[in-house]
């Protein structure tokens, strides 16, 4: 036969299992939700980091263009002695080739 002291302890044992089972539960509940945070913060860096990878493109291609078109002025340089005030460059036309429309006076492309 049980007695009501063993009884007593078992409901203690009882609630403090329930209890425990309470805590896991709510520190559960609370993992899950760092680690939404987590993964949406993680998509947040993910996006910014291809932002500026697509800046750093954008750049390295604007500096390659300034390059080129530099090249050919001072190509035109050499071949025509230096510019008079009147003389205005050419505008860039990036048209659908995205390339420069500056005329390349040398014969060779040199």
Known sequence: MVSSDDNMKLEQRIKLLEESTRRISENFD??????????FENLEVSNEFATQR?????LTE???????????VERRLKL????SPLDTL???DEGSTG???FA??????V
């Open 30 to 39: 609370i993992l899950n939700e760092s680690h939404r945070r987590l993964e």
């Open 54 to 58: 697509q800046m750093v493109k954008q």
């Open 62 to 72: 604007e500096k390659q263009k300034i390059i080129e078109d530099a090249a050919i």
């Open 80 to 83: 025509n002695g230096p510019l």
């Open 90 to 92: 050419p505008q860039r």
């Open 99 to 101: 390339k420069s429309s």
């Open 104 to 109: 390349d006076p040398s014969p060779l492309g």
